[in-house]
């Protein structure tokens, strides 16, 4: 038999299953179509910046790596020349430290370029642009739009967050004087308001090791098979299976209580029976578990059905 432990939860986002879109550079929203709710697939373009320092950044990348181009050659040229000793140690040190300056120049501007989602592979002087696309990270729904078309958004800002529903679990919440009795690995039968009569079955991935202020520690749930339509936030009740143990149960109507005190009847023949005190314990699906001290109580006769019937006789 199992103790069912009745909590409420609610239905929980991992944190790498949401994202928060934002813009390295800052910029001006030109255009963006999401809303709240609107399904996003992965590389999809969600919106649109420009601004003239994107425009700063790609002639910056393209004149040092253009600068990087006569580096390089100027750097070939005085080795070859301090090699026959034509020049100076001087011009050729100088020609060596240029190039690898401008190298590192180079690779700063590319690595920006490849942060906002421009290749600089592809970067010409042609393929300037004054907007940047922003694409999306994840397949999954809309949860927040924080922005409007025309808006300065700066990097720290948070365009749109996203949310990944494929792993979404439930987050149950454990007062502190039943957290010791829950394990991971335990069964958890989860209902939600909309569907009280539906059950599904999770099992207990993680319990947290602190209690909040309400006297609470968070449990967390993983589905077995996730329910369709399932949103963050939604609120659900479960009960969690605790305590998995052998019992000795008899059915409800075998036990009576009389004078403060529990008794069951045993069948001594011929119409006769005698009352057993009795220590009972939690019930469920109609059985009460029996809490026996005596040694000898297993293998009696018990009266299973209509045990009020002798006590009042």
């Known amino acids: ?14 944190p790498q299953n949401i994202v928060s879109v ?18 996003v697939v992965r ?10 320092a994107l425009i700063q950044l790609q002639q910056d990348y393209l004149i040092a790596s253009s600068r990087l181009t006569y580096l390089q050659q100027e750097y070939e040229r005085q080795k070859l020349l301090n090699e026959n000793k034509v020049n100076a140690d001087k011009l050729y040190q100088q020609a060596q430290a240029d190039l690898s300056a401008q190298r590192v120049l180079v690779k700063g501007y590319r690595e920006k370029l490849l942060l906002i989602g421009i290749s600089p592979d592809r970067l010409t002087e042609q393929s300037i642009s004054r907007s940047v696309a922003i694409h999306s990270p994840i397949s999954g729904f809309v949860s927040k739009v924080n922005v409007n078309i025309g808006k300065y958004v700066t990097a720290t800002d948070v365009l749109f967050e996203l949310i990944n529903p494929d792993d979404m679990h439930a987050m149950l919440t454990v007062f502190e004087k039943d957290i010791t009795s829950v394990k991971i690995g335990q069964r958890v039968q989860v209902s939600f308001v909309d569907e009280a009569d539906r059950s599904f079955e999770c099992e207990v991935i993680l319990v947290s090791k602190n209690v909040n202020d309400d006297r609470g520690a968070l449990v967390h749930c993983h589905f077995e098979q996730q329910p369709d339509n399932l949103l963050p936030g939604m609120f659900l009740n479960a009960s969690i299976h605790v305590n998995n143990q052998p019992a000795m149960m008899l059915p409800e109507e075998a036990v009576v209580r009389y004078g403060n005190k529990h008794y069951v009847f045993e069948s001594n023949g011929g119409g006769k029976f005698t009352m057993l005190e009795v220590q009972t314990g939690m019930t469920e699906n109609g059985r009460v578990v029996i809490n026996h001290a005596d040694a000898g109580f297993p293998g009696k006769t018990l009266v299973t059905r209509n045990a009020y019937t002798l006590l009042s006789k």
């Not at 038999?1 to 991992?14: E, Q």
């Not at 590389?43 to 003239?52: S, Y």
């Open 43 to 52: 590389g999809e373009t969600i919106g649109v910046i420009e601004d003239p």
């Open 22 to 39: 934002s813009f390295p550079l800052g910029g001006y929203l030109r255009s963006t179509k999401l809303m709240p709710g609107m399904h």
């Open 1 to 14: 038999i199992s103790r069912l432990l009745h909590v409420n939860g609610v239905v929980d986002v991992p």
